[in-house]
């Protein structure tokens, strides 16, 4: 593959990147779901005055939201070798543990051939998580990215104000 179309290739995957679409409650293109996987865990918040909407996790008595984005890897047309970066701002409240996590899944595959689990425990204040990691095989069947929040004790939440996933193609 050329340079020239390498580069068509590249750029932001997730058309919903800043949560400003929304449809029935729930961010467009994405699930927010507690641990009964049946009630949207999510709600906007904001924007305050020239800034992006934040999506807000609103765990359930188990202490478990969680936010996914789920693609099919043919409409992505990732090649083995190519890069995907994700990366997301969030705020946690102090103490409230979260994963951030990147499955990637070959065609007829019941196992990730790419499951990664980033742990992190917010502080308080807004930080930048990135992951990026190289597809290893050319027939992947999906990409999924998510944020879970595992545990967050009583009123704990994490809000969301971007979650990227960008294609670096291979040259």
């Known amino acids: ?15 919903n990147t800043y949560f400003a679409d929304w449809i029935n409650g729930a961010p467009a293109l994405w699930n927010a779901i507690n641990s009964d996987n049946n009630v949207i865990a999510a709600r906007q918040a904001g924007p305050k005055s020239g800034e992006a909407p934040v ?10 939201a969680e936010l996914n984005y789920r693609v099919s890897a043919k409409e992505l047309r990732l090649l083995a070798g190519d890069t ?10 102090s ?4 994963d951030v996590v990147m499955h990637l899944r070959a065609a007829g595959q019941k196992d990730p ?8 425990t917010g502080e308080g204040a807004w930080r930048t998580l990135k992951i990026s ?3 290893p095989v050319a027939e992947l069947e999906f990409v ?3 944020i879970r929040l595992r545990g967050a004790a009583h009123g704990g939440t994490a809000s969301v104000r971007r979650a990227s996933m960008l294609l670096i193609p291979q040259i």
């Open 1 to 15: 593959m050329t340079p020239a179309a390498s580069a068509a290739r590249s750029g932001e995957l997730n058309p």
């Open 55 to 64: 999506l807000e996790l609103l765990p359930d008595n188990k202490g478990y």
């Open 84 to 93: 995907l970066l994700y990366e997301v701002e969030l705020l946690g409240d």
């Open 95 to 98: 103490g409230v543990p979260m």
């Open 113 to 120: 051939v790419v499951d990664l689990h980033l742990p992190y």
């Open 133 to 135: 990691v190289n597809v």
């Open 144 to 146: 999924d990215m998510a």
